[in-house]
């Protein structure tokens, strides 16, 4: 039995190892950074310890910017575009004819590079001097007033990114809860129309119960994957994200040790605790309340 536990932690070492450099070294490091105040990478020296970058952070007039953009963010795409998946993947699983051709047009976006997206969308919404982007064409035909969807109004600009971001995640939610559909007993609806009750009943009573920890997967790798926006706001709004208002707190963080503020790690530290620690408060408030509403 002691010859088979030590086989099996060495088939583990190599992981192990992998994991110890680049997860655990690499988040201990940042703790450390989060705490040493005006730490600097050409001298390895700080002026000590203490809950300063926390406070410079927090007080910060770009970080609270970054983090009301990320908010919205989360907050609109990642029910919306969980509600629309569910609805097209509803729609696909009850056609037959050009099922596959259909999810292979969906999951397009997927598989296309973000940045190419990002300028197709630009494309559709930036004002240029030779043209207002086919947007503001459709809003002329129909009477209404030219935007400026990229240099614009912030409410435009955010309008735009989270667009741009159901249009990136959509595909794969489609996908998933396509799946999750297939994977439903047909029995459970034979029975249900035996009985006579209503579509939306059954849906409500049986597609959903029997799809619900496929969705929770979807809003919580949802939530993580909005708060860790940054790709996106590049490609459509450019590399200085603070001066179009659009920042986020990825992109904080990464301004803090490259951007045009860079050469602060223990702000960029500290960042990344607080981001770390919001995700997670989200993450554990999910869990809480999904206990009573998954069905597994």
């Not at 043209?131 to 912030?154: A, C, E, Q, R, S």
Request: hydrophobic share 50%; with cysteine.
């Amino acid at each position: 039995m002691k010859q088979k536990n030590y086989k099996g932690w060495l088939y583990l070492l190599p992981a192990i190892v992998f994991l110890g450099i680049f997860m655990v070294y690499p988040l201990i490091d940042v703790i450390i950074y989060s705490f040493e105040e005006g730490y600097s990478f050409v001298t390895q020296t700080s002026n000590g310890t203490g809950l300063y970058n926390f406070r410079y952070v927090l007080h910060d007039t770009y970080f609270v910017q970054a983090l009301r953009n990320t908010f919205i963010i989360v907050i609109i795409t990642v029910p919306v575009s969980t509600g629309l998946a569910l609805l097209i993947s509803l729609a696909l699983s009850s056609i037959k004819p050009l099922r596959n051709a259909f999810q292979t047009i969906y999951f397009l976006p997927y598989v296309t590079n973000t940045l190419a997206v990002g300028l197709v969308f630009m494309v559709l919404f930036k004002k240029t001097e030779y043209t207002d982007g086919m947007v503001n064409l459709l809003i002329h035909l129909f009477g209404g007033k030219t935007v400026d969807f990229i240099d614009g109004p912030y409410w435009a600009k955010m309008f735009v990114m989270c667009l741009y971001t159901v249009w990136i995640v959509l595909p794969f939610k489609i996908l998933i809860l396509t799946s999750a559909l297939a994977s439903v007993k047909e029995d459970y609806y034979k029975a249900a129309r035996v009985d006579g009750t209503r579509p939306f009943r059954i849906f409500y009573k049986i597609t959903l119960p029997m799809i619900s920890p496929m969705i929770f997967y979807l809003v919580i790798t949802g939530f993580i994957g909005a708060f860790k926006a940054y790709s996106d706001e590049v490609a459509l709004f450019g590399t200085d994200l603070n001066s179009a208002g659009m920042n986020t707190m990825v992109g904080y963080i990464y301004d803090m040790l490259y951007g045009n503020s860079g050469g602060y790690p223990s702000f960029a530290s500290a960042a990344a605790l607080i981001l770390f620690a919001v995700v997670f408060t989200i993450t554990c408030i999910n869990l809480m309340v999904s206990r009573n509403k998954i069905h597994y």
